[in-house]
């Protein structure tokens, strides 16, 4: 008996999504809630399982289709096994062509691992890097959901000289593709994910309603750096989380925001909605891009509480567990590009929020104190907000609340 998989519920307002990967091939076995595809939204990637044990069979939709709700994705043959696939019976005919060349036979292994992984399902893009380092992905250990290979874990094998494939199949790969003198010149066309669209159309609509302006200052880090030296082991021992620097940011915004709640506030239409809630968005790494959950009610949570909430957002992304709930709504977001490197930065802003906090990298700088110059760990901070909701008078005084509230960490405990 053959069951249909169809395209779950999503979310609200979220009527269809991308197929982005299949992760059963037709003949394999699947289990009882295994996932057997991976689909893309507007905002996350959602796994679709079986709800029934048996053999993977007709797959409907391929990776790249747009399905609706509800519609047919593939079928799922109940009671069979996983020795009835018929992978075995199609490679019968290429095993009589191949008879008469035993020789090459030998490396062909090595190529179908490429495309497969040796029975792993790669994405295109980390498909692309195992080709061009020439690894065997099934000397990689996968980091991501299920055990998946990352870009990330193909790029530290690379780095590490660990996971070469046989020479055999790394020789094969440039003797096809590349020219046979001078460089390179080939390129590749990859679909957007549905993400990537939609994140160019947010940035690219904010960009084009919003009067967008940004505003810049410069904290120095010192206090908050002896703060977290001396009590971090303390801090991870009790809480059982390490202490960062998002922590002390979050409610020094959160403190901000209420003495300046143009800032937390939205335009609808003809009318401004002021929040007296600080829902703060903040953006983490995923495989697929920058993903910006929400911790909710930030104003009422303790440093360890919100290190605790954007400790599980980043392991769930890494792991590609972030839900739509985990995605919805925001009221201000805070961007860390020091994390990469950036030293300076014009953050944009995440409709239909008014103000985008952008941190950045910490570094030794000359400064005047008492008269001295000195070095100090100095950090750039940029604000960029919706002009026709917030006049340059607040989003300034906005930033050195943040500012003040850094550089003297005290004030966070006497709400000053």
Request: charged share 25%; with cysteine.
């Amino acid at each position: 008996m053959a069951t249909e998989v169809k395209v779950p519920t999503l979310g609200e307002s979220v009527t269809e999504a991308t197929v982005g990967q299949w992760l059963k091939k037709p003949g394999e076995a699947v289990k009882v809630d295994e996932p057997i595809v991976s689909l893309e939204t507007d905002k996350v990637a959602v796994d679709v399982p079986s709800t029934v044990a048996g053999v993977m069979g007709d797959i409907i939709a391929k990776e790249g289709d747009t399905v609706e709700v509800g519609a047919l994705l593939a079928y799922v043959n109940e009671g069979g096994s996983a020795a009835a696939a018929p992978a075995p019976a199609a490679a019968a005919p290429a095993a009589k062509a191949e008879a008469a060349a035993p020789a090459p036979a030998a490396s062909a292994p090595a190529a179908s691992d490429d495309e497969d992984g040796g029975n792993l399902t790669l994405s295109p893009a980390v498909r692309r890097l195992v080709l061009e380092h020439g690894l065997d992905p099934s000397k990689i250990k996968g980091t991501g959901k299920d055990g998946r290979l990352t870009k990330d874990d193909v790029t530290a094998a690379a780095a590490a000289g660990t996971a070469k494939a046989a020479a055999g199949a790394v020789a094969a790969a440039p003797a096809a593709d590349a020219p046979a003198a001078g460089p390179s010149r080939k390129q590749e066309r990859v679909k957007m994910t549905r993400l990537r669209q939609t994140v160019a159309k947010r940035l690219k609509e904010a960009q084009n309603t919003a009067a967008l302006l940004t505003t810049y200052n410069d904290v120095d880090m010192t206090n908050i750096i002896e703060a977290r030296a001396k009590y971090k082991d303390l801090f991870e021992k009790k809480h059982g989380v390490r202490l960062g620097f998002m922590g002390f940011f979050t409610k020094a915004v959160c403190m901000a925001l209420r003495d300046i709640p143009g800032v937390n506030a939205q335009i609808e239409g003809d009318e401004i909605v002021y929040n007296d809630f600080c829902d703060i968005s903040v953006a983490v790494s995923a495989p697929t891009g920058l993903v910006v959950p929400v911790i909710r009610n930030a104003e009422a949570l303790s440093v360890a509480d919100i290190e605790k909430t954007i400790g599980g957002f980043g392991k769930k992304a890494k792991e590609g567990k972030l839900t739509m709930e985990d995605m919805k709504g925001g009221t201000f977001t805070i961007s860390n590009g020091g994390v990469f490197g950036s030293l300076l930065s014009s953050p944009i802003i995440n409709p239909p929020q008014s103000a985008v906090l952008g941190l950045h990298r910490i570094e030794e700088r000359p400064v005047v104190r008492n008269g001295q110059i000195v070095a100090r760990p100095m950090m750039y901070l940029a604000l960029s907000y919706d002009h026709r909701m917030v006049d340059g008078r607040e989003a300034v005084t906005f930033l050195v609340a943040v500012k003040n509230a850094i550089e003297d960490p005290t004030r966070l405990l006497i709400d000053l």
